[in-house]
């Protein structure tokens, strides 16, 4: 409510995506994923000032809050790479629900499986490229993020369907895929991430 009193102008829809759009929010465990598009016209001070906002309510109601915030055009033809545009519009297309104002998410481009390929192309080759990742201290984790990160590009891939869960990306392949050969060793990251 604070946000909209201080941005309602800026702000054109609030979305939320991933286990608390789906009915699948485990507390805990889960975050909060919320998408915030703003009028092509805001200031970046907006963007900061939203920003600013989602922090100290994570913080005051101790909830983990993944909150993106992009201005309308971002989300329209061409996208950028660098914004990561493609897999948040596969995340509102498929289980996105909006809280507040438009409902955006209808005149949305649905990415293709190229352009998701193309974009996870992209995103790797500059995960190589990186001399900036603290590879020490994010080793384990990283690791197993990228492990469930994968399985869920995979499944994807072979079924059409996007899961962004990687509390249940282990429980989707036991289902769909029983004799996938890594699947004592996507079992173990699952396991892991949730006790991380």
Known sequence: DTCKER???SIVAVIITGSLARGSYQPGLSDVDLVTVLDDNSQESVREGIFSLYRKTSRDYGVP????????GDLCLPWSHDLRIQPELLRLKTDG?????????????????????????WAREQLLESDQLDWP???????INTVLEQAMTYFYYRTGVAEYSKHHIADLFSYHFP??????????????????
């Open 7 to 9: 941005h309602h102008q």
């Open 65 to 72: 809050l993944d909150a993106i915030i992009f201005k309308h």
């Open 97 to 121: 629900r909006v809280l507040y104002g438009e409902n955006v998410i209808q005149s949305l481009p649905m990415p293709t499986k190229r352009q998701m390929w193309q974009f996870h192309r």
């Open 137 to 143: 201290h994010e080793t384990l984790k990283g690791s």
């Open 179 to 196: 004799h996938f050969q890594y699947l004592s060793a996507l079992r173990l990251a699952s396991h892991l991430w949730r006790h991380y």
